[in-house]
């Protein structure tokens, strides 16, 4: 794989945005290679708050409050001030762009509505984030792994993305649950945004390369990585995740639902096997193989169609938790047993499994862990390391 690339934004305008003030910071004197450093330094990224909307209320930096709809002159770009720059009254730091998104001109002839798309410092992001993802009374340490985690994985993302020629052009991540969740400034609290500060510009590295950081709630006593639970059709796996190892895991025991059992009542079943694999009576449920970590990696799932004709299905592990709904079937680490009415599934833990265990990270810490110590734990083969743009340093 190649080395992610750095993170300029030649691709539109913002680059000009992004250039001017690295000019005007380092003078006229200013040499090429130190306008590329403060480019580099000054990683920002695009993230689309909102599209199609029929108009949006900008509050600019200087207090000016402008209303744009899908008519009006765009894309307006409002610059950053001292002020953070208000989207239809929420806060958010950097600059604000409102434009139409290309893609949705095709649409029936339609107008397209406007799309708003904050163009961020990635620490500034990070503020946003981690509060969303973490409770800000999760002891420090804990926060600060998380922090590197949440920024590893933007970057590994990012580096990703740009290398496609499918992704859109004109924003680099969602603000909701598809990416990360960020909520801006109003989702910034003191505790989180003194652990992305603390840990300002560290990334989990590997080989040249920064390590997706993946996460989950609670890993129910051992991890995954991303070939079990995701695999790929070649069964390789991506070569960045070859970095990710099964660990094992008693911190996250304290979390209040470490173990939890759901009914799966018969009638249920068959509503979900008729929308989803055409079975109108599922005669027989059994979890067919495993993966390395104990998650299930199969389940025979055998039926019977309206007219009566058997039918006979492997389902994957994360499919079947997809169907049953994943706050319910809460980890594939489960087993699944027939009783009288239906099926008792029960299992332990919360999430996918992969990368850094929430509730174990958050007990590691309470036992005198260090952040360090800690992303060690579940991130063996990776070093934590200061990304400066296209260059690493480590940290001391
Ligand atoms: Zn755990």
């Not at 909102?50 to 108009?55: F, I, K, P, Q, R």
């Not at 099964?246 to 025991?253: G, I, K, M, W």
Request: proline share 5%; hydrophobic share 35%.
């Amino acid at each position: 794989m190649r080395t992610p690339a750095p993170f300029f934004l030649f691709r539109n305008a913002s680059f000009l945005f992004l250039l001017i003030p690295a000019m005007i910071l380092c003078g006229p004197a200013c040499t090429a290679a130190q306008r590329h450093q403060s480019i580099v330094s000054s990683e920002r990224i695009r993230v689309l708050l909102a599209e199609n909307l029929s108009s949006v209320e900008i509050t600019a930096a200087n207090g000016r409050r402008v209303k744009l709809a899908a008519h009006s002159a765009l894309p307006r770009f409002f610059p950053e001030g001292k002020n953070p720059i208000l989207v239809n009254g929420k806060p958010y730091r950097g600059s604000i762009e409102v434009r139409r998104l290309g893609r949705a001109s095709a649409d029936r002839g339609r107008a397209p509505g406007v799309a708003v798309i904050n163009h961020v410092s990635l620490e500034d992001y990070l503020l946003g984030v981690v509060p969303a993802e973490m409770s800000r009374r999760a002891p420090q340490e804990a926060l600060k792994a998380q922090a590197v985690v949440a920024r590893s994985y933007v970057l590994a993302i990012l580096a990703k993305r740009r290398r496609s020629p499918t992704v859109p052009k004109e924003y680099d991540l969602r603000d909701g649950v598809t990416d990360q969740v960020y909520g801006g400034k109003a989702a910034e609290r003191e505790e989180t945004s003194r652990a992305v500060r603390a840990t300002r510009g560290e990334v989990l590295f590997h080989d040249g390369e920064i390590v997706p950081g993946f996460f989950h709630s609670s890993c129910g006593g051992r991890t995954a990585t991303p070939q079990e639970v995701w695999g790929t059709k070649s069964g390789a796996g991506d070569e960045t995740t070859k970095v990710f190892q099964s660990v094992s895991d008693t911190y996250c025991e304290a979390y209040p639902r470490f173990f939890w059992t759901t009914e799966l009542s018969r009638s249920r079943m068959n509503e979900k096997a008729r929308s989803h694999w055409g079975l109108w009576k599922v005669t027989r449920l059994a979890v067919l193989s495993r993966g390395p970590s104990g998650r299930i990696r199969y389940i025979r799932l055998v039926g019977r169609t309206r007219k009566g004709a058997e039918r006979r299905f492997l389902v994957s592990g994360k499919d079947f938790r997809r169907v049953i709904g994943a706050g319910e079937m809460r980890s594939t680490l489960a087993d699944i047993v027939p009783t009288k009415t239906g099926w008792l599934i029960s299992g332990n833990g919360f999430g996918h499994g992969v990368g850094l265990c929430q509730w174990g990270a958050m007990g590691r810490a309470e036992a005198g862990f260090n952040y360090r110590e800690i992303l060690k734990h579940y991130f063996p083969n990776s070093s934590v390391v200061r990304w400066k743009g296209g260059k690493k340093r480590e940290t001391p």
